[in-house]
Nanobody, 122 residues
Framework: QVQLAESGGGLVQAGGSLRLSCAASRRTFNTVAMGWFRQAPGKEREFVAATSWNTGSTDYVDSVKGRFTIYRDDAKSTVYLQMNSLKPEDTAVYYC???????????????WGQGTQVIVSS
């Protein structure tokens, strides 16, 4: 069993920044990709960003490109999501995810974090 520990959510004003962290208890063949999904009230869960431990490749949903950056710390098995220029429409619960494939177009998730809430006020 792999556990994902999330932190970094909170309340910010529009235009502000937050950094989310997600630490995996251990890496396995089922956690080669890690990233985030988000779910706003009344909406479906949406892919946000992901990276691969093997290749370092990154993927983002179009709405966050140029504002969000995903990066990693290999020694700590931790990935980060730096969120800049936040907008009210970014308000959602953000869920860390780990799996074998995670590109937005194709996602095979094996583990989920507990979720951390991000609220952006106007």
């Amino acid at each position: 069993q792999v556990q994902l520990a999330e932190s970094g959510g909170g309340l910010v004003q529009a235009g502000g920044s937050l950094r989310l962290s997600c630490a995996a208890s251990r890496r396995t063949f089922n956690t080669v990709a890690m990233g985030w999904f988000r779910q706003a009230p009344g909406k479906e869960r949406e892919f946000v960003a992901a990276t691969s431990w093997n290749t370092g490749s990154t993927d983002y949903v179009d709405s966050v490109k140029g504002r969000f950056t995903i990066y990693r710390d290999d020694a700590k098995s931790t990935v980060y999501l730096q969120m800049n220029s936040l907008k009210p429409e970014d308000t959602a619960v953000y869920y860390c995810a780990a799996g074998t494939v995670m590109t937005g177009q194709r996602n095979l998730v094996n583990y989920w974090g507990q979720g951390t809430q991000v609220i952006v006020s106007s």
